[in-house]
């Protein structure tokens, strides 16, 4: 069975653009929940998706927003990028049973110029 | 809110010791606890997962226990080896939810 697949693994951005990271959980899984790790704040959770709905945000600007396709596979987006915002995101699946065990991917790497 | 710190950040041993990681939680109402391991660069890799109503589980020369009472959690690493070094972060989830409150980890070196 394949693993958690994030696109593209390395990101390079300016302040000001916009930026859009893919996720694609292992396959039967229903739960995207995506992390951003950074070295001053370690990982911080960003939102998860359960069968296409936001079911839980964390405490992140609006600029910082997702969605989750039929498939189950997940799309973060960030408008207006800051270069706070360069850090490693990582997508984690899980396949809805009642012992919520999570599986990470690889991540993207963002670096705001 | 759930705090969760790991104490110490970073930890150097030599080959072959037996070892043990700390993790240390605020908020005794979590559903489990999880057990990773992250190498440079990399994402993560999930090494056990207790439940709240286990007290321990093992996977090869790792054994992590949960004391719900006491807000803690170990990593045990039996003789360890420099393939295992590498950051190990635990993380708490509460119940019927898949947020993980991650601490800020512990870098391990083994050397040989």
């Known amino acids: 069975k394949a693993g958690v697949t994030q696109t593209p693994r390395y990101l390079i951005k300016t302040r000001g653009q916009q930026v859009t990271l893919s996720c694609s959980p292992i396959s039967g899984h229903r739960s995207v929940s995506w992390y951003q790790q950074t070295p001053g704040q370690g990982l911080q959770f960003l939102f998860e998706?359960?069968?296409?709905?936001?079911?839980n945000k964390g405490n992140f600007p609006g600029r910082f927003s997702g969605r989750q396709f039929s498939n189950s596979r997940s799309e973060m987006n960030v408008s207006t990028l800051e270069l706070g915002d360069s850090a490693l995101y990582l997508c984690?699946?899980?396949?809805?049973?009642?012992?919520?065990?999570?599986?990470f991917g690889a991540g993207t790497r963002l670096s705001v110029l | 809110k759930q705090e969760v710190t790991q104490i110490p950040a970073a930890l150097s041993v030599p080959e072959g010791e037996n070892l043990v990681l700390n993790c240390s939680f605020t908020?005794?109402?979590?559903?489990?606890l999880q057990w990773f391991r992250q190498d440079p660069g990399k994402g993560l890799t999930s090494l056990l997962l207790?439940?709240?109503?286990?007290r321990e589980q093992t996977s090869g020369r790792l054994n992590a226990s949960l004391d719900k009472s006491s807000g803690r959690s170990t990593l045990y690493i039996a003789a360890s080896q420099p393939g295992d070094s590498a950051t190990y972060l635990c993380?708490?989830?509460?119940?019927?939810?898949?947020?993980?409150?991650f601490g800020k980890g512990t870098k391990l070196s083994v050397i040989p």
């Open positions: 993380a708490a989830s509460g119940a019927g939810s898949y947020q993980l409150t």
């Open positions: 207790i439940q709240s109503s286990q």
């Open positions: 908020d005794s109402a979590i559903y489990n």
């Open positions: 984690a699946s899980s396949p809805g049973t009642e012992f919520y065990i999570q599986y």
């Open positions: 998706y359960f069968s296409e709905t936001q079911r």
